[in-house]
């Protein structure tokens, strides 16, 4: 196959190359100063947030976009992807389809100049960084239950590759003590999977404890009518949703990895029982054979043999 790659394709893929950098960044800083479960995974699997700050046009354009635009380059969204509040009309932001986009689990918003209001920033202090102060503040929230939506998604696919890393047929010995070590060390780590699992799931009972101190946000609708779609009921659902995903995984998993571990235990002992067999009957050869050469050692062999018969005849 023969490919073409122009320069609208090649500033996509220095724009991702930034953000793929400045994550691996985040990542290493958060491994120094504070470590968590993020910080032994992949740079993509942790929830990063993005702010980019437009002066004229808005980065997230709705319906009707043209094709191959300049916000091409720095993310292609679907109208139906943009979140956004009425009373703060330059600040919108996008999850990424389903809240996973295919580069991870990364937040990016947006504040177009044209369209935001002064006295939304005036408490924020002066220049770019006034942006910033307000984005942190108004997402605080937001962030939060999009990092749990990442643990969750990220413990999934973790659960997923354990299950398909397993192979028993034609497996050596080498490779079964191997094999026992990784179940052992997928039963360390997703220990207290489980108990959060199953805390978000009751937290996720109730859509009251994802409301926002700034009010909810709202996306356009999947379907034909002008229905908005709820950030709240979003997070409330996806949570819910990967929350019972794992538990339900998880305990198959369990109950699989324990068959494992008993066909492995009823190989070895299979194996060790052909073992002694083989011992055995090399101990009975090894018997014979000796007795044999002692008796063909003995000139006298034959009349001791006759006597050990008659005496057990006579004794009959």
């Given at each position: 196959?023969?490919s073409?790659?122009g320069?609208?394709?090649l500033?996509r ?9 400045f ?10 100063n ?9 740079a993509n ?9 437009t ?15 300049w ?5 292609n ?15 919108k932001?996008?999850?990424g389809q ?16 044209s369209?935001?209001e002064s006295?939304d ?13 307000y984005?942190v ?6 962030l ?7 643990y ?8 997923k ?12 010995k080498v ?18 999977a489980?108990?959060i ?7 996720a009972s109730?859509s ?5 101190r ?8 999947l ?16 949570t ?6 794992i538990?339900v995984e ?5 109950e ?5 571990a ?8 299979v194996?060790?029982?052909?073992k002694?067999?083989?011992?055995t ?7 014979v ?11 006298s ?12 005849v006579?004794?009959?």
């Open positions: 196959m023969i073409r790659r320069p609208l394709d500033k893929e220095a724009v991702e190359g930034a953000r793929s950098k994550k691996e960044m985040a990542k290493v800083w958060f491994g120094k504070m470590p968590g479960y993020f910080c032994g995974v992949s699997a942790m929830p990063t947030a993005e702010l980019v700050v002066k004229l046009e808005p980065l997230f354009l709705g319906r009707g976009a043209p094709f191959e635009s916000q091409d380059l720095v993310f969204v679907r109208p139906t992807e943009v979140w956004s509040k009425h009373s703060k009309g330059g600040l932001f996008t999850l389903s809240g996973i986009r295919r580069e991870g689990v990364h937040l990016i918003s947006s504040v177009c100049e369209e935001a006295q920033f005036k408490h924020y202090g002066e220049g770019e960084r006034k942006y910033v102060n984005a503040e108004v997402f605080s929230d937001v939060a239950n999009y990092s749990v939506v990442g969750l998604t990220e413990n999934l696919k973790a659960l590759l354990s299950r398909s890393s397993l192979r028993l047929s034609k497996i050596g490779k079964q003590l191997r094999l026992l070590e990784d179940i052992q060390k997928f039963f360390d780590q997703s220990l207290g489980p108990v699992a199953s805390e978000l799931k009751r937290r109730h009251s404890n994802f409301l926002y700034y009010g909810d946000y709202s996306a356009p609708g379907g034909s009518k002008n229905e908005l779609r709820s950030l709240r009921h979003f997070f409330t659902q996806a819910d949703h990967y929350s019972d995903t538990l998880e305990h198959s998993l369990r699989h990895f324990d068959q494992v008993n066909i492995i235990s009823i190989r070895e002992s194996q060790a029982q052909q002694t067999q083989v011992l009957v090399l101990a009975l050869l090894v018997a054979l000796s007795m044999v050469i002692t008796a063909l050692q003995s000139p062999w034959v009349k001791e043999l006759e006597l050990l018969l008659a005496t057990i006579s004794f009959k």
